[in-house]
């Protein structure tokens, strides 16, 4: 592993379960030269504990991708919930600076690649931010409808990617 590859700089959580989400992170590790970024799923101990800051029930579905930016004094930003811990702490009013979600998470994750995903990504922060979410919401909500991306297993990631991907 080079010092590159020690020092990621995010946590990406996607739906395990969606094969959009599935072929965003493989887009992502294509792009991602430096390897900047980490992976898991919503569906993972640590996912479903970022969904209760987000204040998201697990009865609704896993709409949102998140992207965890790490600070210089966290290499694990949000550890997994204790197993037998049932916390029901409310931050919705008070999301983490390090969360991102939606389209800010999308542009978050393009400036983390070279040229043109960075330029892409000041384009979108061009357009307002109820209009980005408005357009994210409505992929969200029929991804699993369409047929190339009605996918409904969990990406598996190669022997060399797992390095990137953080189940627990």
Request: proline fraction near 7%; hydrophobic fraction near 35%.
């Amino acid at each position: 592993m080079t010092a590159i590859e020690k020092n990621p700089k995010a946590l990406i959580f996607f739906d395990g379960d969606c094969g959009l989400c599935s072929r965003a992170v493989s887009f992502f590790i294509k792009h991602d030269k430096k390897r900047r970024l980490r992976y898991t799923s919503l569906q993972s101990r640590r996912g479903e504990n970022i969904l209760r800051i987000l204040n998201h029930s697990q009865k609704k579905p896993l709409d949102t991708l998140v992207f965890q930016a790490y600070t210089s004094s966290t290499s694990n930003p949000i550890p997994p919930p204790h197993p037998n811990s049932h916390s029901k702490t409310n931050f919705s009013n008070d999301i983490p600076a390090s969360l991102l979600i939606r389209s800010e998470a999308i542009i978050a994750i393009l400036k983390q690649f070279s040229l043109p995903w960075r330029i892409l990504a000041q384009t979108l922060k061009l357009i307002p931010l109820s209009w980005r979410d408005k357009g994210y919401d409505i992929i969200a909500k029929y991804r699993k409808q369409f047929p190339y991306f009605n996918n409904r297993s969990c990406r598996i990631p190669t022997a060399a990617e797992k390095v990137w991907f953080i189940d627990d």
